[in-house]
């Protein structure tokens, strides 16, 4: 997966929805990895189908960000209580709601220039 590096004022989700997401005027197809420093596509298609190998690549990145925004697809939900608390012992912050809910509070949390990630589901 290789990184699209991002400008910090282009830091912005504009769009969802239609199966991808519109950052900084680029569009992505699918569901991306948000990190601070630029965009990763993320092979998630559903939120049942998450585990802890999906996460690897903000594990590593973890040092750069203090939260990441799980957004869910079309609905929140809750992460198994393993997943749970291995991304907890990895030193992970998160937070699961709807991707729609996931992309506001990114852009709020952005906008505060928080260092902010989000694992973003897309949805149709």
């Known amino acids: 997966m290789a990184l699209r590096e991002l400008d910090p004022a282009?830091?912005?989700?504009?769009?969802?929805?239609?199966?991808?997401?519109t950052i900084g005027g680029t569009a992505?197809?699918?569901s991306i990895l948000l990190l601070p420093d630029?965009?990763?596509?993320w092979p998630v298609e559903a939120f049942d189908g998450l585990d802890f190998a999906?996460?690897?690549?903000?594990?590593?990145?973890?040092?750069?960000?203090?939260l990441v925004l799980i957004g869910a697809g079309p609905r929140g939900g809750l992460l198994p209580r393993g997943l749970?608390?291995?991304?907890?012992?990895e030193g992970l912050r998160f937070d699961v709601?709807?991707?729609?809910?996931?992309?506001?509070?990114f852009n709020v949390l952005a906008a505060e220039d928080r260092l902010?990630?989000?694992?973003?589901?897309?949805?149709p």
């Open 54 to 66: 999906h996460f690897a690549p903000l594990i590593a990145a973890r040092d750069r960000f203090e």
């Open 38 to 41: 630029g965009v990763v596509p």
């Open 116 to 123: 902010v990630a989000a694992a973003l589901i897309a949805v």
């Open 97 to 105: 709601m709807d991707s729609g809910a996931a992309a506001r509070t």
């Open 10 to 21: 282009a830091r912005r989700i504009e769009r969802y929805g239609g199966g991808g997401f």
């Open 84 to 89: 749970r608390q291995a991304l907890a012992a």
């Open 28 to 30: 992505y197809r699918g």
